[in-house]
């Protein structure tokens, strides 16, 4: 009978058993195949790569053939953004985008042609814009100094951070061009060679935003001005030699017969014969020369003025000045430009020594200077008031002639 019992247990045991298990088989079946249809692979490795109103997505994705496409979506995107995927690719995959300035939040999915999608993945990322480049306007790379010679301009940076460059727009003093020059931040020191006299240049300071950035934003341009420069020189370094011509070589000689005397503050016209006269200045001849008045015992004040008109609006880029042979009464002579007689500009000026030697210099303007009116004054004499001038000669830049 105990038997029996116990028999009678196990079948009914069995047989509540059984389609549990069934149960149980049929559920699992049902996960395995919704796994099968319904999980796509995932992009992983994602990256973030901010730009200017842009931004860059990369992602990678292991080969799964029921991929076509991959969705970006961030908050207030009006649409997503569809990247096609070949159904054999793997790899890295990259999307790139206009977006407007700000940080976000993406989210990547995969996608099956049948709806399928994958769980999504997320990265922050940041893009700029109008207000990023404000403010590096107000941060833009400055010039600690601007030191002109002969050599040419050389331009010391105010370092910034972020900086990775400066471009320099320029007018160049050799063919009159504009010249943009590059060159990277971490050179503390710009030479520029061909630059012009109280010219204008322009410095733009280009920014990485981030290490990784996919552009680069350049700043608004900033002007600046070259100092004014020039230099003299004797008379064997203009003139040269036939083996090794001078400077003269790059220049041409307006003609003496172009030019008139417009005016002038003092002329000896009674005690020196043919001489004495502003108009010997420009008549060709070593051998004449002007002299400020000294006849009955005049003394005019200093500093002596003599205008010459150009005839029309020249630029000058050189100047030879000669005083009276075998006199030192002239010391100190400065030149200016002008277009209207009113407003003059700075040219240059030069000195001469105590002795009647040289007799001859040439300033050399590293730029031009432009006008109609050129007007000599002598500042200073080493026997005051009285000076002398033998020749004025004035040159332009072969490769920058303005008539």
Request: with cysteine; aromatic share 10%; glycine share 6%.
């Amino acid at each position: 009978m105990k038997r029996i019992f116990e028999y009678l247990v196990t079948c009914l045991a069995i047989s509540l058993f059984l389609p549990a298990c069934g149960d149980m088989y049929e559920i699992h079946d049902k996960y395995l195949k919704m796994g099968e249809d319904t999980y796509l692979g995932k992009p992983v490795d994602l990256e973030a790569d901010a730009g200017f109103k842009r931004i860059r997505l990369r992602w990678r994705l292991n080969a799964d053939p029921r991929i076509n496409s991959c969705r970006i979506t961030w908050q207030g995107a009006e649409a997503p953004v569809v990247v096609p995927i070949e159904a054999t690719s793997d790899g890295m995959h990259e999307a790139t985008f206009d977006i407007p300035e700000g940080k976000y939040i993406f989210s990547i999915t995969s996608h099956s042609q049948s709806g399928k999608e994958s769980l999504p993945q997320t990265i922050s990322g940041e893009v700029y814009g109008d207000a990023y480049k404000e403010s590096i306007n107000l941060n833009r790379r400055g010039c600690r100094s601007i030191v002109p010679s002969r050599d040419g301009a050389t331009i010391t940076w105010v370092p910034v951070d972020d900086c990775v460059s400066v471009k320099v727009t320029y007018v160049s003093s050799i063919d009159g061009s504009v010249k943009t020059i590059e060159q990277s931040a971490s050179e503390p020191t710009l030479l520029i060679e061909d630059f012009i006299s109280k010219g204008e240049f322009s410095v733009v300071s280009v920014f990485r935003p981030e290490e990784n950035a996919i552009d680069l934003v350049e700043s608004e341009p900033e002007t600046f001005v070259f100092p004014i420069f020039y230099y003299v020189v004797s008379r064997e370094e203009w003139v040269g030699t036939e083996e090794n011509p001078g400077l003269m070589s790059e220049y041409s000689h307006i003609p003496q017969a172009s030019l008139a005397i417009d005016s002038f503050s003092t002329q000896e016209a009674v005690g020196e014969g043919s001489n004495g006269f502003a108009h010997c200045i420009i008549d060709g001849n070593f051998n004449t020369f002007w002299h400020s008045e000294w006849n009955n015992g005049a003394r005019p004040v200093m500093p002596h003025t003599i205008v010459i008109d150009l005839g029309e609006s020249k630029t000058i880029s050189a100047i030879l000045l000669a005083r009276r042979l075998n006199n030192k009464d002239t010391k100190a002579v400065a030149f200016d430009m002008s277009e209207d007689k009113v407003e003059w500009t700075e040219a240059g000026a030069m000195d001469f020594p105590d002795s009647p030697t040289p007799v001859m210099r040439i300033l050399v303007l590293p730029g031009k200077a432009t006008g109609r009116y050129f007007r000599l004054k002598v500042t200073g004499s080493n026997n005051a008031p009285h000076a002398s001038l033998s020749e004025v000669m004035l040159y332009q830049r072969l490769l920058y002639q303005r008539k």
